[in-house]
């Protein structure tokens, strides 16, 4: 998965910062904070232990160390690491949960976008 080798991130909310609103990111993103309000990114999304999410996040790729209450959908992978909670749907290619990690919801894995039909405002 991506964070075996170099990512590319534009933005970074760190573990003292509160955000609330909608959210579209060109590139990576890093959130160590609060964030409300859904994530949309080409790049690559990243919470940290401290994370706390309430929103649904589109992304190519997504990796978990905290808390996020919502939906992923991605174009690739998510990755949910142990000390990771997450309590929504996840659709992606790959999906690999870490021993210790909490998932509460539904996996839809699919070998290609087209099929789940999902196409974000970075795309059009």
Known sequence: MAKNRKIDLATFIGKDCKFKGEMEIKGGIRIDGFVEGNIESDGFVEI?????????????????YGNVQGNIITKEAV??????????????????????????????????????????????
Do not use: P, R, V, W
Not at 48 to 64: F, M, P, R, W, Y
Not at 102 to 115: A, H, L, R, T, W
């Open 48 to 64: 940290g232990e401290e994370g706390e999410i309430i929103s649904d996040i589109k992304a190519e790729e997504c990796l978990i």
């Open 79 to 124: 990755e949910l690491e142990k000390t990771a909670q997450l309590k929504g749907d996840i659709t992606a290619k790959i999906l690999k949960i870490h021993e210790g990690a909490i998932f509460n919801g539904y996996s839809n894995m699919k070998q290609d976008n087209n099929e789940t039909g999902i196409e974000t405002e970075l795309e059009k």
